[in-house]
Structure formats: C-alpha cells, structure tokens
C-alpha cells in the first residue's frame, strides 16, 4: 500500500499564480485534512473533510480551497498564491469517525515557496 | 477548542541521558492524545498513542508517555537517548468540540543529541 501519497514534493510559484496540491490515499480512509506547517508554528488545521462531498475550513482556510469529489482524493487549491503561503503543506488521513482508535496518516508533505 | 502547550522549541540532551518531553492541554474533558515523531524531510509518524486505556503508554523507539488526567499532561520520555533520536517531536490532542475528529498540535520540541 501507498498510505498517503503527496504530489508535488517541492513547487516554486509567483505570487498572484494558482496552482493545486494533490493528495491521495489508497486506505479507504473517511477523515482527510490539510495542515501547514511553518517554524514555530506547529501544524495548523487548513482544511478538512469527514467523507466524500464533505468539506469544512480549519483554523486557516483564508486563501485556499478544497473539494472531496472521492474518498480517495482531497486536492488543496491555491486561488491567488501569497508570500504568506510558503509553507510545508501535509496531507493527513484517518480510517474512522473518531480519530482517536487510529489516529493521522501522513503524507511526506510538498514544500512551497511563493516569491 | 482544544489547545496544546509544549514548551522549549529545542532541547538538547546528551546522549545516554534522559529524553523529557512536556505535553499539557486545555480540555477538562479526558481526550485521546498521540505523540508524533517527524524527522528532516519526513512526514509525521505515530509515535505512540493513548486512547483510555493504560495509562501508561508505550511505544516504538524506547519512548513512553503518561497520562495524568488531574495535571492534564501527556508528558514524553525515554531512559537512555540515541544519536537517532534527533528529530521534532509533537504532541497531539483531540478535539471534543469536533468530535474528537480533530487533532491539534502542540508547537513541537526539536530534540538535539549531543555525544
């Protein structure tokens, strides 16, 4: 099995281009979300969906979008990409409704830069 | 909504030594409470999870974590450090305001064995 797989690993954009980070999980898994992460920071929650056609922002939604047409796929859109958006971005997902019997599996992440 | 504190952003430790993590989080609520382990250029890995069971909980690497729900703690440790310990470490509670669904990250502990 793949788990959670990441495309691209590393993306440089100008600001103002749009581009969209996919993600994929072959586990059959409900519970998907997005995280950046950024130095000192931690991992904050972008967006997240508890099953197919079901979306819903995080802590950080401003500037992205997300749709979850599948339950294998949950791409992440940059509308109008920002300095503000260099980050690591991860993917995550999880088997069940409550997380907590099975907890996250991550992908390896995509590395943007935004200049 | 849930929120997670871990303090020092680095910590050193000789190797050999002692490896102590704090983890404190808000919610009165017992949650479910994960540590994850990210090394360079990784994504995150389950290190260990706690889901009302023992409360004292073990997991890969050495590493184990006890729960100590009257000091709302989840506090990391391993006896003896290695080289290949060196990695960020973040420690994760669910979100009963979602479900317990979502996780939210502490900020991290980038861990430096010194030989």
């Known amino acids: 099995n793949a788990g959670v797989t990441q495309t691209p690993k590393f993306q440089v954009l100008k600001t103002g281009q749009s581009m969209t980070l996919q993600c994929a999980q072959d586990?059959?898994?409900?519970?998907m979300s997005w995280y950046r992460q950024d130095p000192g920071m931690g991992l904050r929650l972008i967006h997240y969906?508890?099953?197919?056609?079901?979306?819903d922002q995080g802590e950080v939604p401003n500037g992205y979008n997300v749709s979850r047409s599948t339950t294998e796929d949950f791409p992440l859109r940059l509308l109008s990409a920002a300095p503000s958006q260099t980050s690591v971005y991860f993917c995550?997902?999880?088997?069940?409704?409550?997380?907590?019997?099975?907890?996250?599996?991550f992908g390896s992440g995509t590395r943007l830069t935004v200049v | 909504a849930q929120s997670v504190t871990q303090l020092g952003s680095h910590v050193s430790v000789s190797e050999g030594a002692l490896v102590l993590l704090r983890c404190n989080y808000s919610?009165?609520?017992?949650?479910?409470l994960f540590w994850y382990v990210q090394y360079p250029n990784q994504g995150l890995q389950l290190l260990l999870k706690?889901?009302?069971?023992?409360?004292l909980v073990k997991g890969i690497n050495g590493f184990e974590a006890e729960f100590k729900k009257s000091e709302t703690s989840f506090h990391l440790t391993k006896p003896s450090a290695h080289m290949s310990d060196a990695a960020e470490y973040f420690c994760?509670?669910?979100?009963?305001?979602?479900?317990?669904?979502?996780?939210?990250f502490g900020k991290g502990n980038q861990v430096v064995v010194i030989p």
């Open positions: 995550a997902s999880s088997l069940g409704q409550e997380t907590s019997n099975y907890g996250y599996t």
């Open positions: 586990m059959n898994h409900e519970y």
């Open positions: 969906s508890v099953g197919a056609g079901i979306t």
């Open positions: 919610s009165s609520v017992p949650p479910y």
């Open positions: 706690y889901t009302s069971a023992a409360t």
């Open positions: 994760a509670v669910s979100d009963p305001a979602y479900g317990n669904n979502r996780l939210a």
